[in-house]
């Protein structure tokens, strides 16, 4: 299994700000990524956080918004740029071990007003 | 791309009955299927997965069947109890947990 610690756990941001949210892993993990869950809703990819290179976005995604960064293979950040109400969500880390299981952060939940 | 749909969106069980949640799925070459429970305010967690070469895999009170020629997978949880009560999302991918693809959820309630 892997301990994943995000910060923040939570915050509330004023519209057009900008918040960085960091993934810490107890251990090397070669797949790393990033999820959006929508107040009530499934989860959804944003992107594949890589280590060495430039993140791998899903449709719909877009690097200039949702800036990552992975500098080595226990840590990545996630920003979220220009921040509006429709950002309101809970944004997931989640890593895979090699054995197909996906574990997940406990999440950080982001309110902007 | 992958596309998961999954029923129902809420499902209310007596304590002690069955509950079945039902998922299909649209890529063909998926053949990874996790089922992840997540409780209120909690992270998912995995409860149960099973790969395309196996139809059926049970765990005590949890069972998930997968039919690859329908495209369509279903988890059982036999003798609910009321910490059975969260949200279940079924997911599929094609190369073990990468790029899964995620259901929209199904919301247990289990009634004491």
């Known amino acids: 299994s892997a301990v994943i610690s995000q910060k923040p756990s939570r915050d509330i941001c004023q519209r057009g700000t900008s918040l960085t949210i960091q993934c810490q892993v107890d251990s090397q993990v070669t797949m790393m990524f990033w999820y959006r869950q929508q107040p009530g809703q499934s989860l959804t990819l944003i992107a594949t956080a890589n280590q060495g290179s430039e993140a791998t976005y899903e449709s719909g995604f877009v690097i200039d918004k949702f800036p990552i960064s992975r500098p080595n293979l226990t840590f990545s950040t996630l920003t979220v740029s220009n921040m509006s109400p429709e950002d309101s969500s809970i944004y997931l880390c989640s890593v895979e071990m090699g054995s197909g299981e996906l574990f997940f952060g406990e999440g950080s939940r982001l309110t902007v007003l | ?112």
């Not at chain 2, 999954?6 to 304590?15: A, D, I, M, N, R």
């Not at chain 2, 369509?72 to 910490?83: A, M, V």
Request: hydrophobic fraction near 30%.
């Open chain 2, 1 to 112: 791309g992958e596309n998961v749909e999954q029923h129902p969106s809420t499902l209310s069980v007596q304590e002690g009955d069955s509950a079945v949640i039902k998922c299909t799925y649209s890529d063909s070459a998926s053949n990874y299927f996790p089922w992840y429970k997540q409780e209120l305010g909690k992270r998912p967690q995995l409860i149960i997965d099973i790969r395309s070469n196996v139809g059926e895999k049970k765990d005590q009170r949890i069972a998930v069947t997968l039919n690859k020629t329908a495209k369509h997978f279903s988890l059982h949880i036999t003798e609910t109890q009321p910490e059975d009560s969260a949200v279940y999302f079924c997911a599929a991918s094609w190369f073990r947990g990468n790029m899964l693809t995620f259901g929209g959820g199904t919301r247990l309630m289990v009634k004491p």
